[in-house]
């Protein structure tokens, strides 16, 4: 392949094919893909992102009936929301199919399923056959990749190949939920709320709780580890109120801080402000890209304003804080 090219969705099968891994585009984040039936990929996959064993990877398929063929079984609740919502940003965890390799869901008993919502992510499942694992393409811990220079970034050429889908316009991860035929619950918020699950299914479905998740003993998904989306540099969120706590410390301070807030505050130089959208779907889709613009910069440390004031009420911002809860420590 001239390495000048960009890789076309026919490189990207070959390599798939190889065993090797594609980071694709998707309508949430980058993801990191390799074929789901071949073990020793998957294994690549956890080994390139240092991702520890115990995290099991989702499983994208390029509709509602492949995705059947990686679970044992399909609950009615599985059939009215992938009806409702794929392809889209919403993860089903149902019973697992026995030919998965047990690497993908972490030796456990189910299987993360989901259907992006992007026309290159959808043409290279279906041209490749198969379902295809695809955790957010970044090193474990990291802020998951919107762009796909975020991954050029984080990964060499030769061992991720890169179909770049231009920026993801969700911004953060889907919504995964629970299917086990009697429970609905949601493991991690999305863009897809409990309500809407639940109004689809007619249904009660438990919404994500940050207090069980923090829960000590083995986590129902174990990806939402306490310290997880975070940039490099130390990182604090501060309410509204802290504000002049903030500015006393950013007065203080010898190197340069950045400051991301939604309300116009003026920053003492030389520190950094990154204004942030005022409404939940813009804020989602900006706010890994602005973690790592605010990163690049090599500050001293950076700060969230949280949570947003004077907005619109919207699920979405459940979502985002709880990615903001695990990329920030509370400011004190
Ligand atoms: O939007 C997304 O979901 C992106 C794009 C690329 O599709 N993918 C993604 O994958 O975020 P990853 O691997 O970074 O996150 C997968 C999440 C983790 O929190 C993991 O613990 C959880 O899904 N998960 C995977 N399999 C599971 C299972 N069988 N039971 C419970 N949680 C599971
Ligand atoms: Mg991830």
Redesign the pocket.
Known sequence: MDPARPPTIADAVRCLRQGGLVAFP?E????LGADALNPDAVELVFQTKGRPPA????V?AADPEMAQTCAAEWPRDATVLADAFWPG?L?L?VPRAPNLPARV?AE?P???L?C?DHPVALDLIRAFGGPLV???ANPSGDV?PTEADHVRRAFPPETVMVLDGGPCRGGI??T?V?LDGLTRKV??PGLISAEQLAHALHRHVEPFSPAKAALPGPL?????LDRHYAPKAPAWRFSPDQWPDVLDRLLDEDGVAVVLTQSPRSLPSPHARIVMPTDARNYAARLYAALREADATGPAWIAVEWPPTGVESDPIWDAVGDRLRRATAPFE
Request: aromatic share 2%; glycine share 12%; charged share 10%.
């Open positions: 998707t949430t984040v980058y993801g995290n099991p990877l989702i994208h940003p993860t965890v869901t456990g189910t299987v993360a989901r992006p695809g955790p957010s998951s991860e889907s995964v629970l493991l991690r129902a998904s174990p990806g939402l």
